[in-house]
């Protein structure tokens, strides 16, 4: 009951502070652009202090899918807005767009972010249940898992290997992105190949007691991320890390707090580097690592805020264009997500969803078609989409909707922390980040084929091989895997 009461008195606070920044947004539209940028700069600022302080004072814990989202939307939709509150002199999207664009910009994304807030704080406290009280390895998730792993790992290791020839010979950008489309059976292999991260999750969940299979599961999770590393798909390297450290850290063991501490300065020192780094070939990359590691040791927090701010870049220039040079999609977007769940079975040579085009894919050809020409792009945001369909109203919304979503995923999950589950979370978790600084498009078939169907399946295989042994005598092929015992 006292958790509950804490709870309303956050929620209450949040309710009553977003009353007075709209105030504020309201002075910032009335000022002068340049003063009024600068009070809105201190309003988003105010809020990410407080969303950040709120979630602490709530007692509320940091490894969960929703707080990694939200210092993940801060970092990438506000990271050039928090420079700009302590350094005036800051430009900001180095001003490609009016400061009267940026004002709205930095208002819009103040207000996602506290309504994403308000989602997550709606989602009561749930006490995670005991792990001693939930079943061992479930049969579904054995054979699932090795399943799993036995299907994908060769073409986990050709889809590789051809990305870091390719990288390596021609580039970042001409090898990832002027290459050929595949098609048929090599596609069928990359699609395939996704299939490994979701099953060492699994794996490593149902078998948490084996030195054996959490050793295995560390070795490839971290070969799968610093192939991503090299060829410069960091968000792919950094999902795929957060994801295995979260199971880890709900489930198999505590992580030490010194090891997540230098890891994560780590990787944060590296972004930035492999920013500047990607686009050169590897003979070019010694001389290019050396600028690149200077430049970020002369300042890091800007180098890192800059670098990542720089999707809000997308929110800008989507405001600008709506509704005066594309109608508003109301809903259009979303709705071509959810048909990427099939395969391309409508008969046509692309699918629907390619043939009507992503908005990320729209934008850069709007604003940059020497970049579009080459492949290249901006990315876009969940913001972004979301006023590409409704304007302010949707941000709103749809962003108190993702909160609560994300929230109530880790409270569904404590609720029954199950092997599966708990894969099910850390696969959702390792696609889901994409989302701050990419469109529904992007992620909505990788959540149902590699967390979804997954998940699907378990339960499915724990009907099927009783009916078979008792019928056909199948033999149990993985007995002989060491168990679990909770």
């Known amino acids: 009951m006292s958790s509950l009461k804490h709870d309303r008195k956050v929620l209450l606070i949040h309710l009553l502070l977003s009353l007075w920044l709209s105030v504020f947004a309201f002075l910032c539209r009335t000022l002068s652009p340049e003063y009024g940028l600068g009070l809105a700069s201190v309003t988003f600022t105010v809020s990410a202090v407080w969303v950040i302080g709120s979630w602490k004072i709530s007692g509320r814990k940091w490894m969960t899918p929703y ?33 009267e ?39 579904g998730e054995r054979y ?38 595949s098609f048929g059976a090599d596609n069928a292999a990359a699609l395939i190949a996704q299939f490994l991260l979701p099953a060492v999750f699994l794996l490593v969940a149902s078998h948490r007691n084996s030195r054996l299979v959490r050793r295995v599961s560390v070795l490839l999770v971290v070969l799968y991320a610093v192939t991503y590393l090299f060829i410069g798909v960091r968000s ?15 489930h198999v063991a505590k992580l030490p707090r010194h090891f997540l501490l ?13 920013a500047a780094l990607r686009n050169a070939d590897t003979q070019g990359r010694t001389t290019l690592a050396e600028d690149a590691v200077s430049g970020v040791m002369s300042s890091p927090v800007h180098a890192l805020l800059g670098e990542t701010g720089n999707s809000m870049l997308t929110v800008a220039h989507t405001i600008d264009l709506y509704p005066s040079a594309r109608s508003y999609d109301t809903g259009a977007s979303y709705g071509y997500a959810l048909l990427t769940i099939l395969p391309n079975v409508f008969g046509t040579e692309l699918h629907p969803s390619v043939a009507h085009g992503r908005l990320a894919d729209w934008l850069v050809e709007t604003i940059d078609p020497t970049i579009a020409a080459i492949g290249g792009g901006y990315g876009y945001s969940f913001i972004a989409e979301a006023y590409a369909n409704f304007g302010i109203t949707g941000v709103l919304g749809f962003s108190l909707l993702l909160g609560l979503l994300l929230q109530g995923l880790y409270s569904w999950t404590c609720a029954y922390p ?8 850390a696969s959702v978790l390792s696609m889901i980040l994409i989302y701050v600084r990419g469109e529904s498009g992007s992620i909505v078939r990788g959540l149902i084929w590699y967390g979804v169907l997954p998940y699907t399946a378990i339960h499915l295989t724990e009907r099927v091989i009783p009916y078979l042994r008792q019928t056909v005598g199948v033999l149990p092929i993985y007995q002989s895997l060491p168990r679990v015992s909770d």
């Open 144 to 181: 699932v898992s090795l399943s799993l792993l036995v299907i994908s790992f060769v073409p986990s290791v050709l889809t590789f290997g051809r990305a870091v020839k390719s990288i390596a010979t021609k580039g970042y950008m001409a090898g990832l992105y002027q290459g050929d489309v």
């Open 236 to 250: 792919a390297a950094m999902m795929s890390l957060l994801g295995f450290a979260w199971l880890w850290e709900f």
């Open 101 to 139: 664009t940026l004002v709205t910009t930095v208002l819009v994304v103040t207000g996602s972010i506290m309504f994403l807030h308000l989602g997550a704080l709606l989602v009561p406290h749930t006490k995670l249940k005991s792990t001693r009280t939930v079943e061992g390895a479930r049969i």
């Open 262 to 274: 230098g890891t994560t300065a780590g990787i944060l020192f590296l972004l930035p580097c492999i």
């Open 418 to 425: 199950a092997a599966h589950r708990v894969a099910f979370t």
């Open 67 to 99: 707080a990694i989202f939200l210092l993940a939307a801060l970092a990438f939709n506000g990271g050039q807005i928090l420079l700009y509150t302590f350094d005036r002199d800051y430009d900001m999207l180095q001003k490609r767009v009016s400061v």
